[in-house]
């Protein structure tokens, strides 16, 4: 026959296991509970976000009809058509300002040099009255 004190070791040896593999079973059931748990929490965060986010897409829905009824797409493009003879107008008046500007430095040459000339006569006739050649 076995020894009674053998029997007892392999006896308190697979308690323990079923103890160990008991403990491990019950935090599996509690993490599952926990899972359950969280995952009921986000399926309803989850419908809560849906929810909302079909109240804004209605919204936004409303919005874009408010926009086309009050004619967004043709105000648009009279924005873009106006930007469009800003942009003509002002190329056409920085080649006229270019054009001016090379127009006044030609005529301001043009004047400079009747400046110098009238300097000129004017010191030429200083010079005859002073010389005498003028009676």
């Known amino acids: 026959m076995d020894d009674p004190r053998e029997t007892f070791l392999k006896a ?4 323990q296991k079923l103890a160990s593999q008991l403990s491990a079973l019950k935090e599996k059931m509690e993490g599952h509970a926990d899972a359950e748990q969280s995952l009921a929490e986000t399926r309803a965060n989850l419908k809560e976000l849906i929810d909302e986010l079909v ?8 919005v874009v009809k408010k926009l086309g009824e009050i004619g967004t ?3 648009l493009d ?26 006044t430095k030609s005529k301001l040459s043009k004047l400079m040099i009747f400046v110098y000339l009238l300097i000129g006569l004017n010191i030429t006739l200083i010079i005859i009255q002073i010389i005498g050649l003028t009676p």
């Open 78 to 103: 009279q924005i873009n058509g106006v930007e469009e003879k800003i942009d003509d107008q002002v190329s056409t008046l920085a080649e006229e300002i270019s054009n001016f500007r090379d127009i």
């Open 12 to 15: 308190e040896e697979q308690t």
């Open 73 to 75: 797409p043709e105000i």
């Open 55 to 62: 109240d804004g897409s209605i919204h936004l829905q409303n």
